[in-house]
Structure formats: C-alpha cells, structure tokens
C-alpha cells in the first residue's frame, strides 16, 4: 500500500465514525428570553452581531 492510499483509508475510517457517532445524536433546541433594558451597550451589540452571524449561517446552510 502506498502512503495516498493508507491516508485515504484513515479519512475513510474518519468519516465512518463520524457518520456512525452522528446517527445517535439529536438536535437540542433551547429557547430564552433575553431583557435587553438589563444588557450594557457591549453585551447588546455582542449580541445583535451573534445573531446575524447565525442568520448568515442558517441561509448559508439551506442554500447549500
């Protein structure tokens, strides 16, 4: 076996205990509510940029 070869089968193995450990795994969703009248001018605009970032995954994601 050649070194291309022992290397495509560890990503192979990589990707079948990936695959494997993701079938048991369950999608968890939390919800919480969040008073802004109590965040400082940090934590708010913190905040407002994580969702976007997460608005921009989430589109990302279903347009792929």
């Known amino acids: ?3 291309i070869e022992t290397k495509k089968n560890k990503i192979k193995d990589s990707l079948n ?3 494997k450990k993701r ?9 919480t509510k ?14 407002n940029r994580i969702f976007l ?3 921009w995954l989430y ?5 792929d």
């Open 53 to 55: 970032e997460a608005k």
């Open 23 to 31: 079938k048991s795994q369950s999608a968890v969703i939390i919800k």
């Open 17 to 19: 205990k990936t695959k």
């Open 34 to 47: 969040i008073d802004s009248d109590k965040l400082n001018n940090n934590t708010r605009t913190a905040l």
């Open 59 to 63: 589109n990302y994601i279903i347009n």
């Open 1 to 3: 076996m050649s070194m």
